[in-house]
Nanobody, 128 residues
Framework: QVQLVESGGGLVQPGGSLRLSCAASGFTLDYYAIGWFRQVPGKEREGVSCISSSDGSTYYTDSVKGRFTISRDNAKNTVYLQMNSLKPEDTAVYFC?????????????????????WGKGTLVTVSS
């Protein structure tokens, strides 16, 4: 079965850390750019971070720069999002997606494209 599965979400206190994983099955991530997106009810989906398939170039939205790190392990067919110094405003459902778009296009203009694959999401709650 071809799918992306996110894991690693949960409840964390402000200032804490979580590592999200996006694991692919049924296809290889090697040739895909991978993006992490988040959505809060009533708000538009936001591109958080994206990583290219080829040269490892990355994109981060301004609000997470210096706090989040995206990485990929093609041998494990998995992409990670390390989230540090979490804030209450990071609370959202986090989704990963795979496509062949340039990373900046993927993250900034995701609403204009139908991504090849989407996961079902994992909930991150930052609260004391």
């Amino acid at each position: 079965q071809v799918q992306l599965v996110e894991s690693g979400g949960g409840l964390v206190q402000p200032g804490g850390s979580l590592r999200l994983s996006c694991a692919a099955s049924g296809f290889t991530l090697d040739y895909y750019a991978i993006g992490w997106f988040r959505q809060v009810p009533g708000k538009e989906r936001e591109g958080v971070s994206c990583i290219s398939s080829s040269d490892g170039s990355t994109y981060y939205t301004d609000s997470v720069k210096g706090r989040f790190t995206i990485s990929r392990d093609n041998a494990k067919n998995t992409v990670y999002l390390q989230m540090n110094s979490l804030k209450p405003e990071d609370t959202a459902v986090y989704f990963c997606a795979a496509d062949r778009l340039p990373v900046q296009t993927m993250c900034i203009m995701s609403g204009h494209y139908a991504m090849d694959y989407w996961g079902k999401g994992t909930l991150v709650t930052v609260s004391s």
